[in-house]
């Protein structure tokens, strides 16, 4: 049986974990001030479509499902604004249903302690809401919140009032959050107990008058910076990091690697894209400065810095190699310029999570992490220029709109699109998989390289598979999936609460999409497939994104 593939990534993340497990206030950060909090993630049921064999009608039962939570909320106008709101109900009165769905199998979790006793609660991650909520059921699913073990915890105030406990500094925080507790003869009440935790940007979306667990941290002192990133470490396991990212850490722990093996082999890293021609024609379209060339522009999120190139050159003299014929090999220059600028024995300052990412402002309507992609590769051959984008962990793939998944298959020699009903779905030969690139602010990062792992052994199908289509065939289904949100019937935009909101509508204006007003048209979602191997840093205070690969 061959053995497992273990990234470098993997054996990172994994030193990390281990660290986070051990870390007092001390070793939590090199860098004054507070350091970033490290909460370890899982995935609960397990990996997304383990099986080398794909499971068509799970496939389309998972897709429709991921789309219905797009179609939870509505776009309003608000003053000159255009955000988006929980949809409510028919009647107007308040919002039709949560949003976040806690004890759902397929989402990322972190287990969060709370009160005297430090009772585990998982913690459902959901993007695309606001609040941090506990729910407390009479069913045995779950972890639930007990307040008679919490000193704080009033029968009256609203909201709550407890303590979490933070591991990466051994102390307790002061936190408040709304505490749901369903009635017994309700159907809610049928639903596994835990919490929800909302990473949405904008306080539209959120359904509860309490802050967000990032602004509470930031308040009582615990975090620098109202940030937060995402970084997998495999398809069940993974790292939230709040106030900062992974980077710093991993720079530690990579430098201990390199002093054990002598060296530290480094993944592909991110390319700068020179498109003159759609530069200009994006500049003179109105597009931000930072949305083209963000990173390099800005100053922030820019290159690590440099070594001095003559110790460089010296360097790589003196660690040529002899091939079996006697002759000297010359190591290539870019990739060991690279290991050196990222080798922390001699780093003046360790990365951190304003060092060496690439941002994307946030656009549209306010509420989601949505950007600009502005370029998919294929191969080496942009294929899609200026792609619209919402950023979803809890996605399983990446949803594609109808035209660009036709254009992006039509790239892959041999893909074809699947007969019905599973037409949203498209095949490619699996021992020709594509190597694929996205593009933000002017650099393009390779996304869902290398192999999946079955057990103890590698499947042939590449992290870009979702499995064989059947089990003798040649052809496996492809993680980019085609969706069809907001394409459709018209349907009337929701008409605003003043005569000013009307104007600025429009009161005969009409959308294309049966989902009606979430702007979906056109707009593909990066879900969990994007996030293994690259880090992803979200700034909620100057909404955007940071992208890098580890």
Not at 261 to 276: F, I, W
């Amino acid at each position: 049986m061959p053995r497992a593939r273990v990234s470098v990534l993997e054996c990172l993340l994994l030193g990390l974990l281990a660290l986070i497990a051990t870390a007092g206030p001390a070793s939590s950060s090199s860098s004054e001030g507070p350091p970033t909090l490290h909460f370890p993630l899982y995935r609960r049921g397990g990996s997304f479509a383990p099986n080398r064999t794909a499971d068509l009608d799970f496939l389309k039962e998972q897709l429709n499902f991921a789309e219905g939570r797009f179609n939870l909320t509505q776009r309003e106008v608000k003053g000159n604004r255009v955000v988006r709101a929980p949809k409510k109900r028919d009647d107007g009165t308040g919002a039709s249903q949560l949003i976040g769905e806690i004890g759902r199998l397929g989402n990322w979790v972190a287990t969060f302690r709370l009160g005297g006793a430090k009772q585990p609660i998982q913690t459902d991650l959901d993007m695309l809401t606001g609040d941090f909520v506990i729910r407390s059921t009479s069913s045995p699913s779950g972890t639930k919140f007990d307040e008679f073990f919490s000193e704080s915890y009033g029968a009256a105030n609203f909201p709550k009032l407890t303590a979490l406990y933070l591991p990466s500094l051994r102390q307790n925080v002061p936190i408040q959050f709304p505490h749901c507790k369903p009635p017994k003869q309700s159907r809610e009440t049928l639903g596994a107990s835990g919490g929800v935790l909302g990473l949405a940007p904008a306080t539209s979306l959120k359904q509860m008058k309490v802050d967000s667990l990032i602004e509470q941290l930031m308040d009582n002192g615990m975090i620098e910076y109202d940030v937060f990133s995402i970084t997998l470490l495999n398809g069940e396991e993974g790292l939230l990091s709040v106030g900062g990212t992974a980077a710093e850490s991993m720079a530690m722990i990579e430098d201990k690697i390199e002093r054990f093996l002598g060296k530290s082999p480094q993944p592909k890293a991110a390319e700068e894209v020179n498109d003159p021609d759609q530069d200009a024609a994006d500049l003179a379209n109105g597009a931000p400065q930072e949305l083209v060339q963000g990173g390099a522009q800005k100053g922030v999120g820019g290159k690590l810095q440099k070594r001095d190139k003559e110790a460089d050159e010296d360097s790589v003299k003196q660690d040529s190699l002899e091939d079996k014929g006697g002759k000297q090999v010359q190591p290539d220059l870019s990739k060991r310029s690279r290991q050196k600028q990222q080798k922390p024995v001699e780093h003046k300052v360790q990365p951190s999570w304003k060092d060496d990412w690439k941002w994307s402002p946030i656009e549209g309507a306010e509420g989601w992490w949505q950007t600009l992609m502005r370029g998919v590769w294929t191969d080496g051959v942009k294929v899609l220029k200026n792609q619209p984008c919402v950023i979803d962990i809890s996605t399983p793939f990446i949803l594609a709109p109808p035209q660009a998944a036709k254009t992006f298959y039509a790239s892959i020699s041999g893909s074809h699109r699947l007969p019905a009903p599973y037409q949203s779905f498209y095949a490619f030969p699996c021992n020709n998989p594509p190597q694929i690139h996205v593009e933000f602010s002017g650099w393009r990062f390779p996304t869902m390289r290398g192999y999946k792992s079955y057990g103890l052994s590698n499947g042939p199908n590449g992290k870009f598979s979702l499995g064989k289509v059947t089990e003798e065939s040649g052809y496996c289904v492809g993680a980019i999936v085609e969706t069809k949100m907001g394409v459709g019937d018209l349907a009337p935009v929701k008409k605003g609460h003043s005569r000013k909101e009307d104007t600025l509508r429009g009161l005969g204006s009409l959308e294309s999409g049966m989902l009606a007003g979430n702007g979906m048209r056109d707009v593909w979602v990066l879900g969990e497939p994007i996030f293994r191997g690259l880090g992803l840093v979200f700034d909620m205070k100057a909404k955007k994104v940071g992208f890098r690969t580890y």
